[in-house]
T-cell receptor
Framework: NAGVTQTPKFQVLKTGQSMTLQCAQD?????MSWYRQDPGMGLRLIHY???????DQGEVPNGYNVSRSTTEDFPLRLLSAAPSQTSVYFC?????????????FGSGTQLSVL | AQSVTQLDSHVSVSEGTPVLLRCNYS??????LFWYVQHPNKGLQLLLK??????LVKGINGFEAEFKKSETSFHLTKPSAHMSDAAEYFC???????????FGSGTRLSIRP
């Protein structure tokens, strides 16, 4: 098992550009999510999905879109990048959305918006 | 509002001495509690979790944590620090759903030789 795979590892964007962060898991997990990590703020939930075709907003969804057409993939789209979106992004998945299961994390994407 | 507070942003200990990372949470009922570790430039890895079974939870790499409902605390301890323990540690609380997971702000653990 590869676990949770995120690409790219690093990305630099100019303000106003769009891009998609890719996330895939091969564990048949029901729950997938995207977090952003900023210094001194822990991880904050952007969007999540409890199954194919079902997505919902987390704590900080503005400026981001997601879709879940398959169980395996959960891409995160930045519609028009802003400097405030400079952050480290993590995709995470778990077997269920009960909140009692461990989260499996990808290795992260470091995004800089100039 | 539900919250989790990690009381120290940075803890520094000498190799071979005990480690204590403190975490308090707010809750009107018993949550699920986790500690995750993040080594530099890596993703997060689960150290241990509490989900209403034994109050003393043992995790990987010699870490353990004790759930104290009366104090709403879930402190992480290790009897003897190793250089490889240097990392960022996150206390995490979950209230009934994975979408209600709340991360603490993190504690950076440094180990002095």
């Amino acid at each position: 098992n590869a676990g949770v795979t995120q690409t790219p590892k690093f990305q630099v964007l100019k303000t106003g550009q769009s891009m998609t962060l890719q996330c895939a898991q091969d564990m048949n997990h029901e729950y997938m999510s995207w977090y952003r990590q900023d210094p001194g703020m822990g991880l904050r939930l952007i969007h999540y999905s409890v199954g194919a075709g079902i997505t919902d907003q987390g704590e900080v969804p503005n400026g981001y879109n997601v879709s879940r057409s398959t169980t395996e993939d959960f891409p995160l789209r930045l519609l028009s990048a802003a400097p405030s979106q400079t952050s480290v992004y993590f995709c995470a998945s778990s077997y269920s959305w009960s909140g009692t299961e461990k989260l499996f994390f990808g290795s992260g994407t470091q995004l800089s918006v100039l | 509002a539900q919250s989790v507070t990690q009381l120290d942003s940075h803890v520094s200990v000498s190799e071979g001495t005990p480690v204590l990372l403190r975490c308090n949470y707010s809750s009107s009922y018993s949550p699920s509690l986790f500690w995750y570790v993040q080594h530099p430039n890596k993703g997060l890895q689960l150290l241990l979790k509490y989900t209403s079974a034994a109050t003393l939870v043992k995790g990987i790499n010699g870490f353990e944590a004790e759930f104290k409902k009366s104090e709403t605390s879930f402190h992480l301890t290790k009897p003897s620090a190793h250089m490889s323990d240097a990392a960022e540690y996150f206390c995490v609380v979950s209230y009934s759903s994975a979408s209600k997971i709340i991360f603490g702000s993190g504690t950076r653990l440094s180990i002095r030789p």
